[in-house]
């Protein structure tokens, strides 16, 4: 198979998964069968992409031109591979894990859930391989909407109002900021494809140059920058499933994935650091980071500690891309793929613990470690990748950001990593403790959570770790991504 | 026989309308009406490839020179514009028949069909002509008959609305008519053409000024730009389902190109926008219509009257792209046109679905009708999107053509309230959704379900066009911008 017909694949499983699935509403284990041949066949097309970008080609596939300027093409380079890869890798465990949770909690309606799911895999696709900024924000809207009725799938008053701040939200900001943006860099650099070293360069003002990343960054309000993070929050109020596949990866990830591309791809990092008017951008992140962390330290709600603890993470990325720097970008790449799969084991767990022993609380959760063991070794190995002890994935990501501050000199920088790392363990390492140090009321009985939900949280700690000490894959790629920061050839 | 194609253009359903009259039974007086809704499209589309083809077409009514008698004058803009109206008549013909029998009393049936051709074929003429005054005849042509279907209405507040609508329409001929009058005084012709070629000499003259002011507020009254567009949306809210999709669709669409042609063609960009400040004029008029229509549309019980005033506002962007006076600012107004045509039939039809099986048209009256009409439903919220503007959309395409426009003359401002406003759309739009989806169908709803495949078809062709042109924007977008340019070219 050609590298294009891979791309065009990757869009088409996903979309025919959820045109397959309402054929087989009435027969659950069928509808579940396809989701997860769908998932598995996502991943392989996406693997076999993988060896060509590795080996430094870029596939592409040109569809079709809308109207001048607006071309729906895609280009995979390395960051959208990596991206790609974690996405689709990551849906084969989070199907698996939907089909125990939705089965054990009798949920309603399972089927749009199931299709709305799908969808929301193609749109990140879409956002994955764009090869231009307006395919990017197509694919970025189908994840919007499709995503939205899973945020009310409860269909309560209080997922009802999630929703709509959600729509309000994120689709506000990418039509009232982000598309102006598009508008803007069209007139001005006449094309929105995305190129080695950016296409802004010594096209716009300085001045423009720093206003239009703001454009960029807040349109893109999946990245939950602060002031417009509160749609993450509210947004827990979907079924677990949900939160941890779209709202710690696929969702936010297309967020700040967005902004990081935009910052190497159509900015230019050294334009931006010549420019020195996107330097307000380090200190937007910086505060975020620690805001949120401190907030995360007030919640009680696990899952909405672990949304602002997300927030907070997010914007890691951000500040990654802030830098301007090669390493910084290694960096924001490698925190993309290690917050990824240790928030998902994070969420996972917390899912597991709902269902296994009712506990949504934290300050319910003394001795669960007996009850639910594997379920806590793995929330275990997720926290401590949070606060970036290795060996954990979330290490590494953090190190590289870090090293980049300091060389670099941004003192900023290095104070809100340091801060936030203790804020992190402060808020994680209590949770641990409660779980294995105190013990609850009453006989403490083994009552995990059904085994299509342990086995993927499992996985995905380990993978958590293993990520550390092979972290060759996603290196990599970042590597590459860092050196396409050069005006490449044309073309 | 195709050198003939412009007259047939509106001939055929002139005389539809005389045969559904004569045959006075409601059966075949929908089949006549659905043999002439499916030639017009059929003649538009040979009349635009012509044009593709060949240029401009001159037709000269019953062979008299255009200096002394009626010239028949089609290029690409108003090719497209008939392409637009007869195409959505034809998909609105067998989605009237179930529709018309429901609402309108049977021994009014066949005059119903009656007027909604003579509408047609009035509307058709407005575009056709290059004559002003053969213009206005059709105007009114198009406008009587539009009262007449309004008033046949179930609600009695569509006689008032009807009432309403023919004192307005009225006002709005007449000024017309006295804006044509001075233009002919000063010319000494009535064809556009030979009005473009001779206003030159007179433009700053003060009857001239008169003219372009009585003409440009007449049309304004037609075309519902605000604040003249008091009429609208009762006329909208209680006409009958098949007359609200087809006055919605085409009626204020033909009166935008005519406004256009005797903007653009006949007195010239040059002298109506850089001589006289008609953009700033039409700027803050159309923005107030953006802006004030769909705060009032978010307020609104009744569903029907909620997308009338989304349709003042969406007409608010169309007069905003030609007042900009560019090429991409009036591709971006016709395009949008266009798109606004296929987005609000659809709506209007898949409403008239809803009524057609619930009876009833509030928001209570409806609540959770999407669990009981998902597809019809569906086919709405598709619309919905394409008329917030979502991308892979129609209305993305239109909104992106204004954006660049307002940008690319450095209006930041004007882009950012275009983007702005679209909000209030996703305001008024999500009351609608979380309406029609979230809450529990009671009462009437709780009985309803899906259409006939011959109503719930031409909803779904609909509501795919607003997806599939915007994707394919070679026959909007790019006849849009041939368009603009042909108009910004001047009529010769």
């Known amino acids: 198979m050609t590298p294009a017909t891979l791309i065009l694949l990757a869009l088409v499983i996903p979309t025919v998964v959820a045109v397959l699935l309402p054929l087989f509403a009435g027969r659950p284990n069928v509808r579940e069968a396809v989701t997860l041949i769908g998932a598995v066949a996502l991943f392989a097309v996406v693997l076999m992409l993988l060896p060509v970008v590795l080996a430094g080609g870029r596939p592409e596939l040109d569809v079709w031109t809308v109207v001048p300027g607006l071309k729906i093409a895609f280009s995979v380079e390395p960051l959208g591979m990596l991206f790609a890869l974690i996405a689709s890798g990551l849906w084969i465990a989070n199907s698996v894990y939907s089909i125990g949770y939705m089965r054990a909690e009798k949920a309603h309606r399972q089927t749009l859930f199931y299709v709305c799911f799908a969808i929301a895999l193609a749109g990140t696709m879409g956002v994955a391989l764009a090869g231009n900024l307006f395919t990017l924000f197509l694919f970025y809207e189908v994840l919007t909407i499709s995503t939205y009725p899973l945020v009310t799938h409860r269909g309560t008053e209080e997922a009802r109002n999630a929703g709509r701040l959600y729509l309000l939200m994120l689709l506000g900001a990418s039509t009232i900021l982000l598309l102006p943006a598009l508008g803007w860099t069209w007139v001005a650099a006449e094309t929105l494809d995305f190129r080695p070293g950016g296409i802004l360069g010594g096209v716009v003002s300085n001045t423009a140059l720093g206003l239009m990343l703001g454009l960029y960054v807040f349109g893109t309000a999946k990245a939950a920058v602060m002031p417009l993070h509160f749609w993450l929050p509210a947004a827990m109020v979907a079924p677990t499933p949900v939160s941890a596949l779209l709202h710690a990866v696929a969702v936010v990830k297309a967020g700040v994935f967005t902004i990081l591309k935009v910052t190497v791809y159509t900015f230019g990092i050294e334009t931006l650091a010549e420019a020195g008017t996107g330097d307000w951008l380090v200190y937007v992140a910086g505060i975020t980071i620690v805001v949120a962390s401190a907030i995360a330290l007030r919640q009680d709600n696990l899952k909405r500690r672990l949304a602002y603890s997300t927030v907070s993470q997010l914007s890691y990325v951000v500040l990654g891309a802030a830098l301007f720097t090669p390493l910084a970008i290694v960096g924001a790449a490698m925190h993309i793929a290690a917050h990824a799969v240790s928030k998902i084991t994070l969420f996972f767990s917390a899912g597991s613990l709902h269902t296994g022993t009712h506990v949504d609380n934290i300050s319910e959760m003394d001795g669960i470690g007996g009850k639910q063991p594997w379920t806590m070794a793995a929330f275990t190995v997720g926290a401590l990748s949070m606060i970036g002890v290795p060996p954990t994935a979330g290490f590494l990501g953090k190190w590289f950001i870090l090293m980049a501050a300091v060389a670099i000199g941004q003192w900023f920088a290095v104070g809100v990593i340091v801060i936030s790392t203790m804020l992190n363990a402060s808020y994680f390492l209590p949770i641990v403790y409660r779980a294995y140090r105190r013990t609850g009321e009453g006989r403490v009985t083994l009552s995990e959570a059904p085994w299509p939900m342990v086995l993927p949280l499992v996985v995905t700690a380990a993978i958590t770790v293993l990520l550390f000490a092979w972290p060759d894959v996603p290196y990599r790629l970042a590597e590459m991504l860092s050196q396409s920061v050069a005006v490449g050839p044309p073309g | 026989m195709s050198e003939h194609l412009p007259a047939l253009q509106v001939v055929v359903p002139l005389l539809g309308a005389v045969l559904a009259a004569l045959v006075r039974r409601p059966g075949p007086a929908w089949l006549i009406t659905v043999v002439v809704s499916f030639a017009t499209p059929v003649i538009a589309a040979m009349l635009l490839v012509q044009v593709l083809d060949g240029g401009v077409i001159s037709y000269h009514l019953g062979g008299w020179d255009p200096s002394v008698g009626i010239e028949y004058r089609v290029d690409v803009v108003n090719a497209l514009v008939l392409l637009l109206v007869s195409s959505v008549a034809a998909v609105i013909a067998p989605f009237a028949r179930l529709s018309v029998l429901s609402e309108v009393p049977d021994d009014r049936v066949a005059w119903f069909y009656s007027m909604y051709l003579i509408s047609l074929a009035g509307l058709l003429g407005i575009a056709i002509t290059g004559d002003a005054f053969n213009a206005f005849v059709f105007l009114e042509v198009s406008s009587l008959s539009s009262y007449a279907l309004i008033a046949m209405g179930r609600d009695r507040r569509a006689l008032v609305a009807a009432y309403q609508y023919l004192i307005m329409g009225t006002i709005g001929a007449s000024f017309y008519v006295i804006g044509v009058g001075l233009i002919y005084t000063m010319t000494g012709t009535l064809n556009l053409g030979l009005i473009a070629e001779r206003i030159g000499d007179v433009e700053s003259t003060r009857p001239v000024l008169v003219a372009l002011a009585f003409i440009v507020v007449g049309i304004s009254l037609k075309l519902a730009l605000f604040p003249l567009h008091v009429w609208l949306p009762n006329a909208y809210a209680y006409a009958p389902s098949v007359a609200t999709v087809f006055l919605a669709a085409t009626a204020t669409k033909v009166a935008i190109y005519l406004f256009a042609r005797f903007v653009f063609s006949v007195f010239g960009a040059g002298f109506v926008f850089a001589d006289l400040p008609v953009t700033e004029i039409l700027v803050v008029l159309s923005v107030a219509a953006i802006f004030g229509a769909s705060t009032v549309a978010i307020f609104q019980s009744d569903v029907k009257r909620m997308f009338a005033y989304s349709s003042v506002g969406q007409v608010g962007y169309i007069t905003l792209g030609l007042s900009l006076a560019t090429v991409t600012g009036l591709t971006g107004g016709l395009v949008h046109l266009v798109n606004h045509a296929m987005i609000k039939a659809a709506i209007f039809m898949g409403l008239g679905a809803v009524f057609y099986r619930v009876g009833k048209i509030e928001f209570d009256d409806i609540a959770g009708v999407g669990r009981r009409m998902p597809i019809t439903m569906s ?68 009985r309803a379900g899906e259409p006939p495949l011959e109503m719930l078809v031409p909803i779904c062709i609909l509501a795919a066009a607003t997806v599939y042109f915007g994707i394919d924007t070679e026959l909007t977008a790019g006849m849009a911008e041939r368009a603009a340019v042909a108009l910004l070219q001047g009529v010769r």
């Open chain 2, 379 to 446: 086919a709405v919220v598709i619309a919905c999107l394409s008329l917030v503007g979502v991308p892979g959309t129609a209305g993305f395409v239109s909104k992106w053509y204004l954006i660049v426009a307002a940008i690319e003359v450095g209006w930041w401002w004007l882009g950012l309230l275009i983007v702005l406003s679209s909000m209030l759309t996703v305001i008024y739009v999500g009351r609608f959704f979380e309406c029609v989806w979230f809450r529990e169908p009671a009462g009437e709803v709780a």
